[in-house]
């Protein structure tokens, strides 16, 4: 029978792309939208990394590179690891994938069995719990709140890892909430994995937009779980390259042997001028990247201070991301005419069909009580949606 998988018609559809979408047609039909859903930098591509990928055009750097990665980017991403995160690799250690994203998929893929669960922390990258039920293991949720700034109790953490568990994905910097888990915490878990023996997968790709003194830490480079760790990162958030599709992961051999395997069957090896440019990215000049932070920052505040205009809205400052992760869980049961808000999908749809501003709900995030907005869009947007969304709340009411 001309049918879909069962896997892939028991897939869920993300309510952020949803509403991305229907803001985008809007904004195409005409509606003046304050769209505050991007998951990308608005910066362009530094310089020097555009200008290597022209050359690596004019030099006919056009055909396949080795699955695993082309080795000056093995070479880099090694020295990389060893320098800024205190995580050392041999270079058979390392692949290159299309994204960060596909390097967390390949990773789920060849360490679970049907069956076996992978504990996330939410609030939690929206793709996670889909990737995981798609190599048909099962996603155990811990929770975090906005009371402890969204950063999870190792206890709760403790607490969900039973025989059945195969690993723990980190996500910090964290998308939606922007934490940023500390090194006592991230040693508590690692104590944890190294006693039960499951898999950490750390995914850093937001390491570098952290603010107020904050450092990222790489749980990878605590000596005593070091081979159980899986450290992902890319190029998407620190060098404003999402669409040059480039990410890494590095970890045990026998994980990345096969990973590698599992990567020559689809896709093969990542783009040859996009890792020429990565090249550059990880050798050249900081100085676009540290003024994107410096705008990043004052977008931050700006946001920050918005928010504490409006009443009855409870916020977490953000220590690192582009993002800000609220709660609206006091406008629950309020009207809007005959309307009456019950989750972040309604209340998302009701800020953007009545107010032209689009945010993300927090369903997708595992955490149904918040809505999420991204400050990677230009000041003058963050003004109109900040204002829009003030005055969409404050027109909800118990009638």
Known sequence: MLTLSRKIQNSGHSPTIAIAEKARRLQASGVDVANLTAGEPDFPTPRHVKEAAIIAIEQNFTKYTPNQGAPDLIQAIVRKFSLENNVHFEPSQILVSNGAKQSVFNALQVICNKGDEVVLIAPHCPDYPEMVRLVDAVPIVVKSNIEHHFVPDARDIRKAINQKTKAILLNSPNNPAGSVYSRSLLEEIASMAKDAGVYVISDEVYEKLVYDGNRHFSVGSLKKIRDQV??????????????????????????????????????????????????????????????????????????????????????????????????????????????????????????????????????????????????????????????????????????
């Open 230 to 399: 899986i450290t992902v990162n890319g190029f998407s958030m620190a060098f404003s390259m999402s669409g040059w599709r480039i990410g890494y992961m590095g970890g045990p051999t026998t994980v990345i042997e096969a990973a590698a395997r599992l990567q020559s069957q689809h896709t093969f090896g990542a783009n040859s001028l996009a890792q020429k440019a990565a090249v550059a990215a990880l050798s050249g000049s900081t100085r676009e990247l540290e003024d994107m932070v410096d705008e990043f920052r004052r977008r931050r505040d700006f946001v920050i201070d918005s928010f504490s205009a409006i009443r009855d809205v409870s916020v977490s400052t953000p220590k690192g991301t582009f993002f800000v992760f609220f709660s609206v869980e006091k406008f629950y049961g309020r009207k809007f005419n005959d309307q009456r808000m019950k989750n972040s999908v309604e209340m998302a749809d009701y800020l953007l069909g009545h107010h032209g501003v689009a945010t993300s709900p927090g369903v997708a995030f595992g955490d149904d009580s918040c809505l999420r907005v991204s400050f990677a869009c230009s000041m003058s947007e963050l003004e109109r949606g900040m204002k829009r969304l003030k005055s969409g709340l404050g027109e909800l009411n118990y009638g």
